[in-house]
């Protein structure tokens, strides 16, 4: 097997592709057409819209990627469409050392259709245990948050380099909790406590709602996941979890092996502020 590139190397050499394509997926948000929606997660509008910018912001990617590591291993949102993914050796996880990166190309691909600017790029590198690195990249705020395991969560403006970020901390947030999709149910439990955004009857095509990662930026005390796909709401529980947050499934187990996931995601997911809300979460999902 080919030596692979370490996380570092893998994230430096896709940094610049991934700074172009947060000025392209600008540039075109006005005048975006929506392509025909998937057919993977029906009655989810999240999980089905796709755009122009989605196909191509992949493509960049990819190009990057082959072009500095012919020999990686590479799974993209949108592989089935990509005239890019035969190339790769691989879309699985690999042994241990041998990385697979994945992409969400446009994470909140509705938002970002609806005219929103709470869109992001995530970008990941996994081992076969867990995660060595994720970048998200903000661009109609002009940053990018990015870890590495065990080293902590760093934002910084896109176009500087990853030494010149900070490591970033996390503001007070108010008394609310976020919920995925198919969570809702848990507001009826936690309401008198919290302030409930449910994404799945509270999001608006008109007034813009504020998606998961703003965990990151103190608008929630905790978020909850019907699953966290490693491409996106897996990706932003490795941040939070760098960040000092505390992350489990929903019966308090650690987060498991990537290995031992199916479909490249992980099981539904608690993201916490702090121990005292991750129990008063535990305590809701654990109620009749």
Known sequence: MTQ???????????????????????????????Q???DLYPGNFFASALTDADLS???????????????????????EGSY?????R????????????????????????????????????????????????????????????GQGTYR?????????????VIPEAPNRIFLGWSMGELGLKLGDR????????????????PNMLQILDGAFQGVVLRRGKFIDGGAIAFLAQEAG??????????MPPLHTCKDYAWPALIMARSEHVHQDMLRAIAAP
Not at 7 to 34: C, D, T
Not at 156 to 168: H, V
Request: glycine share 6%; with cysteine.
């Open 4 to 34: 692979s590139p370490t996380p570092r190397q893998i994230i430096e050499a896709v940094l610049p592709s991934l700074e172009k394509a947060a000025g392209y997926s600008q540039s075109i948000q006005a005048n975006i057409a929506l």
């Open 36 to 38: 025909p929606d998937k």
């Open 57 to 79: 912001i992949q493509t960049m990617i990819e190009v990057s990627l082959l072009g500095s590591f012919p020999d990686i291993r590479f799974y993209g949102e949108e592989y």
């Open 84 to 88: 890019n993914t035969k190339y790769f």
């Open 90 to 149: 691989s879309l699985e996880l690999g042994p241990d050392g041998d990385y697979l990166v994945v992409l969400d190309p446009i994470d909140g691909t509705r938002y970002y259709a609806d005219g929103h600017d709470n869109y992001q790029i995530i970008l990941a590198v996994l081992n076969h245990d867990w995660f060595e690195a994720a970048i998200v990249v903000s661009p109609a705020h002009g940053v990018y948050t990015y870890a590495f395991r």
């Open 156 to 168: 910084g403006k896109i176009g500087q380099s990853l030494d010149a970020c900070e490591k970033l």
């Open 194 to 209: 919290y302030d409930i955004l449910n994404i799945q009857t509270d999001y608006s095509t008109e007034v813009q709602v």
């Open 245 to 254: 947050l505390t992350i489990t499934t929903l019966d308090n187990k650690p």
